[in-house]
């Protein structure tokens, strides 16, 4: 009886083992946690090769351009021409102003009347030539044209001395007739006169000087 049940029990036991053998192995795994999250790039380190940013330069400053040597040419001769007016203007009112003065104001007075006379002359001149009387552009005229040929970066600073000077002499040359019609009725002297002349030409010997400063700079 008992070796009867051992054999059945045996048996159990050894078709248990078989269907162990026979069974298709399983294709699920346990996991052993959570998935590790997945680490983020990191940037990449500069290479020794990488330039430096380089600042912007300023580019070097142009020279200003020189005037060729027609051009200061014809600078000169347009100044010069101006001086050379004024001066002319001066010698001709010197010449029709004469050298012997009227005694007194009413004989002057007197020779107005007279076209043959110094004094009418003499007035008929002021009215062309007086800066009192006329508006005369002619320095003005010539530093337009001299100007014309330079920029304001290039405009040297003697052009503008000059035209003060040519503006000076203007003014000298009205005092210089203002001494003359006093001189004609005697009532300013002879080397009162001729200091008011030689004033003017001071005047136009400066401008003379600035032309040469202008052209040595241009």
Do not use: C
């Amino acid at each position: 009886m008992l070796l009867a049940v051992a054999l059945v029990v045996g048996g159990l036991v050894l078709l248990v083992m078989v269907a162990a053998l026979l069974a298709p192995p399983s294709t699920h795994t346990t996991s052993a946690g959570p998935p590790s999250a997945t680490p983020a790039p990191t940037a990449a380190a500069p290479t020794a090769t990488t330039a430096a940013a380089v600042p912007p330069t300023t580019p070097p400053a142009t020279t200003a351009a020189k005037l060729t040597l027609g051009q200061k040419q014809q600078v000169k001769v347009i100044l010069a021409a101006s001086i050379t007016h004024d001066e002319q203007v001066l010698l001709q009112g010197q010449r029709i102003l004469g050298n012997q003065p009227y005694p007194d104001a009413s004989t002057g007075l007197a020779a107005m009347d007279d076209p043959t006379s110094a004094a009418y002359q003499f007035s008929a001149w002021r009215q062309r030539h007086d800066p009192s009387l006329v508006n005369d552009t002619n320095s003005e005229d010539a530093f337009q044209k001299a100007d014309g040929f330079y920029t304001a970066d290039t405009e040297p600073d003697a052009l503008s001395t000059w035209r003060q000077d040519m503006i000076q002499a203007s003014s000298d040359l009205g005092q210089w007739v203002q001494t003359a019609v006093s001189w004609q009725i005697s009532e300013k002297t002879s080397l009162d006169l001729t200091s008011a002349a030689a004033t003017v030409h001071d005047d136009l010997a400066q401008a003379n000087r600035d032309i040469a400063a202008i052209i040595a700079t241009s």
